[in-house]
């Protein structure tokens, strides 16, 4: 009898301890094709992982070429320029545009009806990190996660807190800034 209950404690401890895992979680269901799906969290368990996520897919579903650069941010270059690499502290003439990942656009050098003249260096971490990777005469898109962003206080009533952040860009010159 003691021999019996032993057994059956042991068979309840042995199946209560597994590990259970559903495709749509573990990221066996991911296209294997698609590049950027190597960066997935198949169990996210931050809010920044799952961000990364959200990212992943809009990436994958749009530009399944981008590529993760060593600071997480992630680049689609559609045209590399010809001109000179940006650098800290550049003045710059870039057209934009800022959205969210459904596509809600918060900013855009469009609605100026003018490029932006800003220094590398004056914006958010992610822009001024991946705009050193672009050149004068490049078109590019990079989407970050809210870290690289606005974070937790998100920016006045138009970016609201912890919203990924999509870019896309065409930067037209480095200006002198004497000139200005």
């Known amino acids: 009898m003691t021999k019996t209950i032993w057994f059956i404690g042991m068979a309840i401890m042995l199946f209560a301890c597994q590990v259970k895992t559903d495709v749509a979680s573990s990221g066996d269901d991911l296209p294997v094709d698609v590049p950027v799906y190597g960066y997935y969290h198949s169990q996210p368990r931050t809010p920044f992982e799952e ?23 992630y680049l689609m270059v559609f045209d590399t320029g010809a001109g000179d690499t940006l650098h800290w502290g550049d003045l710059i003439r870039i057209h934009y545009r800022v959205s969210s990942l459904q596509g809600d656009i918060f900013y855009s050098s469009d609605r ?69």
Do not use: C
């Open 51 to 73: 961000q990364e996520n959200a990212i992943i897919d809009f990436l994958a579903a749009n530009y399944p070429t981008a590529e993760q650069l060593d600071s997480g941010i």
């Open 112 to 180: 100026q009806g003018k490029p932006l003249i800003t220094y590398v260096g004056n914006g958010v971490d992610g822009w001024n990190v991946a705009l050193q990777r672009l050149q004068v005469g490049s078109h590019a898109l990079f989407a970050m996660t809210s870290s690289r962003g606005y974070g937790e206080a998100g920016f006045g009533n138009t970016i609201p807190p912890n919203t990924p952040l999509v870019f896309e860009v065409t930067v037209e010159a480095i200006l002198d800034p004497d000139d200005q």
